[in-house]
């Protein structure tokens, strides 16, 4: 059982589920994954190219390109100047891009320069696992995240060992916007804002993946819950009475009743305190 169905109430159901989408995934890991390629490929090179002039002309090769490959992590944080984040955000956004350009052209300035070949390879196969790491530990957040609607409310859920859940109530939403741009409206991704009626008053879900069957699933459980409500509660089944024919056909029952009772007694199979406990029951029915 995951954590999703420990958290979800008696006869609570999942409707629909969604993630962020995969170019948020990848926005957030390319960086990461280039700096991954680089450092292997400046390890390997290092520790397996030969000394000689053939060994100086491909360590010559590989380190111009790590050098200019420096530019793609520059743009990764050029990029996030350009959208307006400043301060923590920026830097939130483009710490592990500038981090990795100024590790890659460190490597790639020794390569071109230095001459302790193989202790450089090593360092650099000991730098892959860095962003390797953070890769591995992004994705594993991108799956963890979600976003879900049952038949009672519509939850946000994040993290892989602290949990965070964020949910609303089906019956609070007051209103619901989609925003997508032309490239989210071609591959499938877009902001859904959901308006409640709480004191936070406002859940964003930004880039989800299939924004439009989320804003229609989430319409069509709201619509159900209101049904269900507006539905009398349902009497639970009881035994028919029994009719007054029937009641007076058992009373002109008794008297026989009672003298195959006593036929019993004499005859042992009833005790005297069995024989008067189903006497008495008989004459309580008159």
Do not use: C
């Not at 990461?32 to 030969?50: D, E, H, K, N, R």
């Not at 592990?96 to 790639?108: D, E």
């Not at 993290?159 to 591959?187: C, Y």
């Amino acid at each position: 059982m995951g954590y999703v169905d420990r958290i979800l109430g008696e006869n609570e159901q999942i409707v629909y589920k969604t993630h962020k989408h995969w170019l948020v995934l990848l926005e957030r890991i390319s960086a990461l994954i280039f700096a991954v390629v680089v450092f292997a490929a400046l390890g390997l090179v290092l520790l397996l190219s030969q000394e000689g002039p053939e060994g100086e002309e491909i360590r010559l090769i590989v380190g111009l390109v790590a050098l200019g490959s420096v530019i793609l992590p520059l743009f990764v944080v050029l990029r996030a100047w350009l959208r307006g984040l400043r301060g923590r955000e920026f830097l939130r956004a483009s710490w592990r891009a500038g981090l990795a350009a100024i590790l890659i052209l460190a490597v790639a300035l020794y390569v071109l320069l230095g001459s302790q070949y193989r202790l450089v390879g090593w360092l650099s196969l000991a730098l892959a696992a860095i962003p390797l790491f953070d890769v591995i530990r992004i994705v594993a957040d991108w799956v963890n995240e979600g976003f879900i609607i049952t038949n009672r409310r519509v939850m946000e859920v994040r993290g892989i060992v602290n949990k965070h859940v964020r949910d609303s109530a089906l019956e609070k939403v007051n209103d619901v916007e989609l925003d997508q741009s032309v490239v989210g409206r071609v591959i499938g991704y877009g902001t859904v804002q959901i308006i409640t009626g709480s004191d936070i008053g406002m859940n964003m879900f930004r880039r989800i993946n299939n924004p439009v069957r989320f804003k229609r699933e989430m319409l069509n459980a709201k619509e159900r819950l209101h049904v269900d409500s507006d539905m009398p509660a349902r009497r639970p089944d009881t035994a028919p009475l029994p009719s007054f024919s029937a009641v007076e056909a058992e009373r002109e029952r008794i008297p026989d009743l009672l003298i195959e009772l006593a036929e019993l007694r004499q005859r042992g199979i009833l005790s005297e305190e069995e024989f008067q406990a189903k006497k008495k029951d008989l004459l309580d029915r008159m």
